[in-house]
């Protein structure tokens, strides 16, 4: 599934309010991380992850790392050293974002 400019458009708004949850340190990526991240998102469909300065990835290298690690995710915008993520819920009751990015 790929978002289109205005489904992008809506998630940016809605994620303007929101905080960065998880952080990416020295560290990087390994399959904790990888596991939390994918279990937020099931339940909240839109986080923000913030790359600390000691680390040696850039955004992008995360954002690639995260779509391939983890199935149907989408990438947003990378602003800054900020990543937004989105995924639709797997359960019903967890759908509240992605029954309005499906109406746009």
Same mark, same amino acid.
């Given at each position: 599934?790929?978002l ?10 809605? !994620? ?10 020295k560290?990087?990526? +390994? ?22 300065? +000691? ?46 990015? !499906?109406a746009?």
């Amino acid at each position: 599934m790929t978002l289109t400019g205005k489904q992008k458009r809506f998630l940016r708004a809605r !994620a303007n309010r929101l905080r960065p949850e998880f952080h990416v340190g020295k560290n990087g990526i +390994n399959t904790a991380f990888l596991t939390q991240i994918d279990d937020s998102i099931a339940r909240h469909e839109l986080l923000k992850i913030n790359l600390l300065q +000691n680390t040696d990835l850039t955004p992008a290298e995360v954002a690639a790392e995260l779509t391939s690690q983890i199935p149907g995710l989408e990438v947003p915008q990378i602003i800054g050293r900020v990543v937004l993520l989105y995924r639709p819920a797997l359960k019903e009751k967890y759908r509240r974002l992605s029954l309005q990015v !499906a109406a746009l």
